[in-house]
């Protein structure tokens, strides 16, 4: 068991340090115009959207986009309002992790880690950026290779048995999961991940699974939050706003968790990929649910947390 859990957590650390190190070239190559796109083209909620699905989709990290909008609001270079459309896209651009990751490409990661590596070690920084990205890549492929080669022995274990047996029969066993696992590791993408590595090998329901997913979501609402310590009001208003949104998307699709499940059964019949297309469903169709009511969630969220976000 020691051992097991030992691996786990190798591999765990092996995909987050992926993960890091292809955001890190892709914000190397971008970082500058990050902002400037931000601030330009945020004066209409659907531009704002637009940009929030672009720039995450770019930097591949929700959370990093969310660190940044709270600190121009803080500085008062942004206003919460203008927050709202980019929180909605954020959450569809960062499903294209676990799209990438669905792909059969273990033939290619002994090239990525290779030609990654060379890459980073030249001064040049296209050279740095690209080389980042490939290696980063290719670590979180090795890492998805020890998930699925974990799952089985993983499940051996009498006390996860019983533990995914609940989760098969209750899916709030499966929410409460992918948020807790979220806001230990501060990465839905690593969340779906070993969901993902579990359905290939069938010890997961697809119902369970995109529970955990949805949980996920909701989980990752933990980081904007330690990043709204000590700023603004509004700052803090984002935060929350990231978390209403959120949690706001889940409670609407769990009436239907089941009959979206046999949906994204006719997508496709391999079960890792069916709950990588559920993550992007479920967030294109709750950001574009909640897309034109950004003005009243904006409102309602400063009614509701306006006064008290100060003593925070």
Known sequence: ??????????FLTIFLFGMTVMRLGLNTASQQKLKVLL???TNKTWKSFLLGTLITAVVQSSSAVMVIVIGLVAAGLMNFRQSIGIILGANIGTTVSTEIITLEIDQLILPFLFLGFIMI???????????????GLGCMFVAMNGFEALAGPITQLTWVQHFLQLTNEHILYGLGLGTTMTAVIQSSTATTAIIMSLMHENILSLTSGIAIMLGANVGTCVTAMIASIGTTREAKLVA?????????GVFLFLPFLKLFSE???LLTHLPDVQIAHASVLFNVISSLLLL?????LAA???KLHGERVVKL
């Open 121 to 135: 070690l030249f001064s040049k920084k296209w050279s740095f950026c690209c080389g980042s990205a490939l290696f």
């Open 1 to 10: 068991m020691t051992q097991i859990i030992s691996l786990f957590a190798v």
């Open 240 to 248: 929350f706003a990231h978390i209403w949104i959120n949690i706001i």
């Open 292 to 296: 034109p009511c950004a003005g009243l």
């Open 39 to 41: 601030l330009r083209y």
């Open 300 to 302: 309602i969220i400063t």
């Open 263 to 265: 949906f994204v059964i």
